[in-house]
């Protein structure tokens, strides 16, 4: 008997559901999508989230999420960086904690040790992390330009 593992094969239309799903999410929070827009708001009294596009072209923008909270350290707060296709209404991560070039699957154990479905568990965490933001915020779309 073989103690060998099956290679996980990511599920592809399952990743582009979130992937839409994110979109749509997104859509609802971010007014601008013009480079250097932001959008700021808060969900708590120690929770601020800042979504920046920092790079805008015809079809694609780049947009960065991240949590902002002085009494945490850098480490701890998330930060995503998010590739979102305008024309297919898809948003996915493509950098997370500086960790940029997310594979859809990896073999197990690795060196990085990034788990086998770990993209799509990223993009899960983005769909999770946008629906606290629009389901808690307080004080929404403080539209800032740099």
Same mark, same amino acid.
């Given at each position: 008997?073989s ?12 990743l582009?559901?979130?992937c839409?799903?994110?979109f749509?999410?997104? *859509?609802?929070?971010?007014? !601008?999508?013009?480079?250097?827009? +932001? ?5 708590g @009294?120690?929770?601020v989230?800042?979504?920046k ?20 350290p850098d ?12 024309d297919?209404k898809? *948003?996915?991560?493509v950098? !997370?904690?500086?960790?940029?070039? +997310?594979?859809?699957?990896?073999l197990? @154990?690795?060196?990085q040790m ?10 899960q ?22």
């Amino acid at each position: 008997m073989s103690l060998r593992r099956k290679k996980y094969v990511p599920d592809i239309a399952e990743l582009n559901r979130v992937c839409e799903h994110n979109f749509m999410l997104l *859509a609802r929070i971010v007014q !601008s999508w013009e480079l250097a827009a +932001i959008s700021q708001f808060e969900t708590g @009294p120690f929770a601020v989230f800042q979504i920046k596009v920092t790079e805008a072209s015809k079809f694609t923008t780049h947009v960065e999420m991240r949590q902002l909270s002085a009494s945490m350290p850098d480490l701890m707060q998330p930060k995503v960086l998010i590739r979102v296709y305008h024309d297919a209404k898809m *948003a996915e991560v493509v950098s !997370s904690q500086n960790a940029s070039r +997310i594979q859809p699957s990896y073999l197990y @154990p690795n060196p990085q040790m990034r788990q086998p479905d770990e993209k799509m568990q990223i993009n899960q965490f983005l769909n999770e992390w946008l629906k606290y933001c629009l389901h808690s915020g307080l004080a929404m779309h403080k539209q800032v330009f740099g």
